[in-house]
């Protein structure tokens, strides 16, 4: 099954993978050995073949000797043509096929050859080849009985291949679950959660071992580094918190001056509101620094009890950022519908 990476992009299932390629091993194997036991098979036919070929031919040539009527074998697939080159001794006539073969001569003399023709009925014949005078002794053997042998054990041998290469998918299937368990286990426990337990187990294979140690070691640096930054965290919020504390009341007794211009009233305001500002963001950070894995969300911030009207809000917004705007020559209008 297809999941996805970061990226977006698709990737494919490792155990999918390994089991086609056990599968596709397993098939090339099965057919290979299917292949090689025709070629085999069909090498020791041949050989066969011949070998009564030119065992009968011998035998006829013997017997043609005595009794030549006698000479000619009497089974199905085999025939003997004795033909003769002499007019005055008449011999057998030939089928048109064996015509080309009435020349054909043996390394040495009294020797018997093998040859292999075609009919034109598509047959094939193993022919045994003798000369004795002006005669030409020819053992034809049909070989249409070990074709359809030949056919029948290529259909029987590409069957089991291919029932072997079933039976190979199911027990690769098998065999990749059992072999991927271990890592399948390791990525439950590291979905379900950090937790305290390690990621190692017993009976864990070497290479699945290796990745849980891995996973351990990964999970003391990223604590180590969150303990340093809760840490830091709660260091600069509490050294910041009070230079705070001194500011807001600063701020309160300005603002009590019934004689303090407008303006001036205006941008003590806005440090005061600043200072609220900043304590907000204080009281984030020491809850981020307080905060431990699996304790959810967390809990909610501290009501202040401060709340005012938006229109309020934007304004001191605004105010606060005059100083850039008119460093940019920009102007910020505001319009608030409803209460102020």
């Avoid at 014949?125 to 002794?137: L, N, S």
């Avoid at 299937?173 to 187990?201: H, I, K, N, Y």
């Avoid at 070691?217 to 918190?241: I, N, P, T």
Wanted: charged residues 25%; glycine residues 8%.
């Amino acid at each position: 099954m297809a999941m996805a990476t970061g990226s977006g992009r698709p990737t494919r299932s490792l155990r999918r993978r390994l089991t086609v390629g056990i599968t596709v091993a397993a098939a090339l194997a099965a057919f290979a050995e299917a292949v090689l036991l025709h070629v085999v098979w069909y090498g020791y036919e041949q050989r066969l073949i011949e070998r009564v070929a030119l065992d009968e031919l011998r035998r006829s040539l013997q017997i043609h000797e005595r009794e030549p009527q006698l000479a000619y074998p009497n089974t199905g697939d085999l025939r003997l043509y004795v033909a003769s080159d002499d007019p005055s001794a008449p011999g057998d006539p030939l089928p048109p096929h064996l015509e080309p073969l009435r020349g054909t001569a043996a390394p040495r003399a009294h020797d018997a050859v093998l040859r292999e023709v075609r009919g034109r009925d598509g047959v094939e014949y193993h022919v045994g080849i003798a000369h004795r005078g002006p005669q030409t002794f020819l053992l034809v053997y049909d070989a249409r009985d070990h074709a359809a042998r030949r056919r029948s054990l290529l259909w029987a041998v590409l069957a089991i291949a291919s029932l072997l290469t079933v039976l190979a998918s199911w027990l690769a299937f098998a065999l990749v679950d059992r072999l991927l368990g271990g890592l399948s286990r390791l990525q439950r426990r590291v979905a379900a959660g950090p937790g305290d337990a390690s990621f190692r187990e017993v009976g864990m294979d070497v290479e699945v071992a290796a990745l849980a140690d891995a996973l351990d070691d990964q999970r003391r640096q990223v604590v180590a580094a969150l303990r340093k930054e809760r840490a830091f965290a709660a260091a600069a919020s509490h050294e910041r918190r009070t230079p705070l504390t001194r500011i807001a009341p600063g701020a309160e007794v300005l603002l009590a001056q019934p004689s303090m211009p407008e303006p001036l009233a205006a941008r003590v305001r806005s440090i005061r509101e600043s200072v609220d500002e900043l304590q907000r963001l204080l009281d984030v950070l020491l809850q981020v620094a307080r905060w431990q894995p699996g304790e959810g969300r967390g809990a909610p911030l501290p009501d202040r009890g401060d709340a005012r009207p938006l229109g309020e809000l934007v304004e001191g917004c605004v105010r606060r950022l005059a100083g850039e705007a008119r460093l940019l020559g920009a102007t910020v209008p505001v319009t608030v519908e409803g209460p102020r």
